[in-house]
RNA sequence: GGGGGGGUUCCCGAGUGGCCAAAGGGAACAGACUGUAAAUCUGUCGGCGAACGCCUUCGGAGGUUCGAAUCCUCCCCCCCCCA
């Protein structure tokens, strides 16, 4: 356990990062966690075979948990998204089949591994699904067991379900509450987890989970939730040109990873920075008080800091370089972090291929239609020549340097390597 | 089970027989400006096509019509009230 964290406690650290929303009892809990190695847990839905930037804030709050000494516990929730999860969501999600959730989960595991120690020892964290006690539970047993200590009024009352009883709510998205709770439940009686953490739109899932480990287990255990991550902007957390940004890096290349930080807005660079990075107080405070075109540095320092974290030092600092070579003024530079793809050199013979279609395959524009109104917008660019020619071939001629330099805009490209040239 | 109101392009939301690829807003993208930021202004915003145009889309399947997102039939889903 590492123990220069700055800070004499976890809930001090996490209050000082921001991630502190809420707690069930605060004077308690903080007790608690100077009295013993507390086991806190987090919920993760096996959605997809990667989890994605929103994800970032509660796999830092499990961080931060282990940087304390205490063990944390995620939960993949392959019996959960199996159901549905009504919590902010307007629509009813897509059931997943059990091959697939399995498939999930083991990609989420790994990218877990990169933030959390997880082994054996009292510290090691564990990653448990919870389809293991939930999958061969029967509705009779549950119901039998279990179904009086939940009251319909009070789960009405949770706004996670006022909010959707205007759209509908079916029964199997109302149930996923209960399973939850009852997941905290068993938690708290096969692993001794007394903390459970999670977004806040997650806590009356957590308020009905400690009102069961109460009732079952007589055991007092708590919740805290964080804030609900918005960027400065109003959107979403996570979002970019290409839709989501994932932590797989065959979703989301190193390069677009690390450009997402680079790009945020000024307002969030303070706030990512403290919830995001791992870097003393003392570091952020003086990072913090940047201001104007400044900020750029502080910039720099939270997207090398989380992609670093996420795929190592050397893959951040080579996405550093190709920024640095392709934004930094000056061209030249470091192209190896540049996104790109290979092409023969037998392609480019003769009258070439069309731009249009390049670009498309390329995977940097959607459509041949779009392809066509970025080129009219001047917004296409062959090795930094703007190009205004719809028809506009791509021929050996276009060959610098063993690539071609495609770009979109101001901050899409993408490098054609060419193979074969001998 | 009965009655009423709904399901429109990424989202919200107009549109009730041709002028609708479908108003308006938001989001997004691009250009200018800048600091790879914000704000602002301008433009774009289903697919194919140089273009005339063609194709696909308005919950689903059929039908009426020269012509349907708009009319009819059946089906699916949601909301409200009653049972």
């Not at 304390?68 to 059931?95: C, N």
Request: glycine share 12%.
């Amino acid at each position: 356990m590492r123990s220069e964290t700055g800070f004499t406690t976890f809930l001090d650290e996490m209050k000082w990062r921001g991630f502190f929303e809420q707690c069930s009892d605060e004077d308690a809990l903080y007790d608690l966690l100077s009295a013993e190695t507390v086991t806190g847990y987090i919920g993760f839905d096996p959605t997809a075979d990667s989890l994605h930037v929103g994800s970032l804030l509660p796999i830092m709050g499990l961080v931060h948990l282990q940087r304390h000494g205490h063990r944390p516990i995620a939960i993949v929730g392959g019996a959960t998204a199996m159901v549905g999860d009504p919590t902010g969501r307007t629509e009813l999600r897509r059931m997943l089949t059990l091959e697939k959730i399995e498939e999930n989960l083991l990609g989420i595991k790994g990218q877990l591994g990169h933030y959390l120690r997880f082994g054996d020892g009292l510290q090691d964290g564990l990653m448990l699904n919870n389809a293991d006690w939930l999958k061969d539970f029967g509705y009779l047993e549950f119901l039998r067991e279990f179904g009086h200590h939940f009251s319909v009024n009070q789960m009405l009352a949770r706004d996670s379900v006022k909010s959707r009883m205007e759209h509908g709510l079916s029964f199997i998205e109302f149930n996923y509450m209960l399973l939850q709770a009852f997941d905290f439940m068993v938690l708290n009686r096969d692993h001794g987890c007394k903390l459970q953490m999670g977004g806040s739109d997650q806590w009356g899932n957590i308020c009905s989970g400690i009102d069961l480990a109460r009732r079952v287990n007589r055991q007092e255990v708590f919740g805290l939730t964080f804030p609900l991550m918005m960027t400065a902007a109003g959107t979403k957390m996570g979002k970019s040109a290409g839709g989501a940004v994932w932590l797989a890096a065959e979703r989301t290349s190193v390069h677009d990873f690390y450009q997402y930080w680079i790009n945020v807005d000024d307002r969030d660079v303070a706030r990512f920075l403290r919830l995001y990075t791992l870097l003393p107080p003392e570091s952020i405070e003086k990072l913090e008080s940047l201001t104007g075109a400044d900020i750029r540095e502080a910039k720099r320092v939270l997207a090398h800091e989380v992609t670093a974290m996420l795929h190592g030092d050397a893959a951040a600092t080579e996405a550093a370089e190709a920024a640095q070579a392709l934004f930094g003024g000056g061209g030249g530079g470091d192209a190896e972090g540049i996104p790109g793809s290979e092409r023969p050199l037998a392609d480019f013979d003769g009258d070439g291929v069309t731009l249009i279609d390049t670009l498309v395959d390329s995977g940097l524009l959607g459509s041949k239609g779009e392809a066509r109104r970025m080129i009219r917008q001047k917004a296409v660019r062959i090795n930094g020549e703007v190009i205004v020619d719809e028809m506009r071939s791509l021929t050996a001629d276009d060959i610098s340097d063993g690539r071609i330099a495609l770009q979109v805009g101001k901050k899409r490209h993408h490098h054609l390597i060419i193979t074969g040239a001998g």
